[in-house]
């Protein structure tokens, strides 16, 4: 599929590091001994069942679980010795966060352009017209018509409040994205159009991603490497193409060739 | 006298309500948890003044007690007469002469002088509070100064009305470091809660929490660059005593359209017209 094309790697440091990562649930684990280094522009994919402990994952990376064991380093900070304020801050100007439920990520009661203006006003923003127009460029980013500016995301559809959120996310220019199930619950043709907007951000701003799926046509499209995970552990990874296909690892093979063919 | 101990509360309580004061003082615009206890009197008429009053009150104090700027509402006369029953302390309906001032949802129009303390009624002490419900998401934001979602309301006003229309309970930025709910006073009143030589107490009952502005404490009104806050009032002049610098309230006469516009501060018209002033409706005191 030419993955390697699109890979656009510009740094040879790792723009976040994981190591050794165990996040237990009393005598359960969430997710046991994960590590990878993620570099600047690049995909990674993380696949497995349900309960196979990767939205676990993604919570522990993102802040909002703290991890038992291992460590996580963030263009060369220690994020699990960093104080909340800074990581707080990280959070809401260099990462972003994409729920699998817009209802999760975006604010209901408040119209499309405070949505979207939100992040702005947080790191300090206080022109409203200069609000108004960055927010109108991102909802035009996403496909969403400049008159619904004023509209609450209640009034949008599901693959309308999902850009809704992503454009809430990516407006401070963030660098590294976390998305957990951005697809889900969206039929195809819309997913089709999400998938599609999402890859021309992702390449356009050269953002770093973690996305979190149980769908491997989504990694496909999107994701330079793949991790696979299963019991909370990761049972395979390596590059997209590579692991779909030619998967080594039993659970991956199973997997893969569960995936219906139309 | 009475059998009530001095100003209603025991003294341990009256002790505990201070600490949280103090504290209150010591961190302006910081909300305070405090026990509040039972008032005889139901939550949402001013349990938490009236905490704070009891607290701040000596026997030496004049008291003066308003409710939308009036003397003579039910709320503030109640209060008022609470207080000299349980109290004994003098009381008084002007400005200058009162030590302390219990009010909801005003300022008084005569500015007030060092030594005097203000005591506000509030319902609801969170300005993030119909932003973010989580309460422990709320004091967050406060520690860590995240008042990004205050703007966010106030762009939400911009979008919908074309201008900042929250008009009262208007958030305000306390000395740079807490956003603070001014209580529902007009945002006419704002500017005067900024630099004012009076101590400024804020009791939540219900809510349980105790803040303040100490004297000459900087406050200032949240807004945009490009949509300035705007301390607004009705346009007109006081048809009883001709203010054109005072609040105002709109009184309906008839059922044919007429109306009235008076000060809302009743202290401030009634002096104003026994110096002579006279509206548009009223009468020359002086003459009377």
Redesign the interface.
């Given at each position: 599929m030419g993955m390697m094309e699109r890979v656009a790697v510009t740094s040879d440091q790792p723009l976040l590091r994981v190591e050794g990562l165990t996040k237990r649930y009393g005598s359960r684990i969430g997710c046991a001994d994960v590590g990878f280094d993620l570099y600047p522009g690049e995909v990674l994919g993380i696949v497995g069942e349900s309960g196979s402990g990767k939205s676990t994952l993604l919570s522990c990376l993102a802040g909002h679980l703290r991890p038992d064991e291992g460590a996580i380093t963030y263009d060369r900070r220690d994020v699990l010795a960093m104080a909340e304020t800074e990581r707080r801050r990280l959070s809401r100007t260099e990462w972003a966060y994409v729920h699998q439920n817009p209802r999760d990520g975006l604010r209901m009661g408040v119209s499309a352009g405070g949505n979207v203006g939100e992040r702005l006003m947080a790191v300090g923003a206080r022109h409203y017209g200069g609000i108004r127009e960055q927010a109108q460029d991102w909802l035009g980013r996403v496909e969403i018509a400049a008159d619904r500016i004023d509209d609450r995301p209640a009034q949008f559809s599901g693959g309308m409040q999902q850009r809704l959120q992503i454009a809430r996310n990516l407006v401070t220019g963030p660098r590294l994205v976390f998305m957990d199930e951005p697809t889900g619950g969206l039929d195809v043709s819309v997913q089709a159009r999400l998938l599609d907007l999402l890859r021309g951000l992702v390449r356009d701003l050269g953002l770093s991603v973690i996305i979190v799926t149980h769908d491997l046509a989504v990694v496909r499209l999107l994701a330079h490497r793949l991790m696979v995970m299963k019991g909370g552990r990761v049972v395979e990874q390596g590059l997209t193409d590579q692991v779909l296909d030619d998967p080594q690892h039993a659970y991956t093979q199973i997997l893969v060739s569960s995936v219906l063919q139309v | 006298m009475s059998d009530y101990n001095f100003a209603y509360l025991d003294e341990q309580t009256k002790r505990m309500i201070r600490r949280a004061i103090l504290k209150g003082v010591a961190v302006p615009g910081y909300q305070v948890p405090f026990a509040s206890r039972e008032m005889p009197m139901p939550y949402g008429w001013g349990t938490g003044g009236v905490q704070v009053t009891a607290a701040c009150l000596t026997p030496e104090d004049r008291l003066k007690v308003i409710d939308q700027g009036a003397d003579d509402t039910t709320n503030a006369v109640s209060i008022r007469k609470f207080f000299q029953r349980t109290a004994g302390v003098a009381v008084t309906e002007r400005t200058t002469e009162a030590t302390v001032i219990q009010t909801r949802h005003r300022i008084p129009e005569q500015p007030l002088t060092e030594g005097q303390i203000l005591v506000y009624q509030v319902p609801i002490p969170e300005p993030l509070r119909f932003?973010e419900p989580r309460e422990t998401e709320t004091r967050k934001m406060h520690e860590?100064e995240?008042y990004?979602?205050m703007?966010?309301k106030l762009?939400?006003d911009?979008?919908?009305h074309g201008q900042i229309a929250t008009s009262y309970a208007y958030p305000v930025m306390v000395e740079g470091r807490y956003v603070m709910d001014p209580s529902p006073i007009p945002k006419f009143d704002n500017p005067k809660l900024s630099d004012n030589p009076a101590i400024q107490l804020f009791g939540a009952g219900r809510e349980q929490r105790i803040y303040a502005v100490p004297p000459y404490t900087q406050v200032v009104s949240l807004d945009?660059?490009?949509?300035p806050f705007v301390a607004s009032k009705a346009d007109h002049d006081c048809d009883l005593c001709g203010a054109a610098d005072s609040y105002l309230d709109e009184v309906i006469t008839d059922d044919r359209g007429g109306r009235m516009f008076v000060c809302s501060d009743t202290d401030y018209c009634a002096s104003r017209r026994a110096e002579g002033h006279v509206g548009r409706l009223g009468t020359d005191e002086r003459a009377a």
């Open positions: - | 932003l860590l995240e990004g979602l703007h966010v762009y939400e911009i979008a919908r945009f660059e490009d949509h």
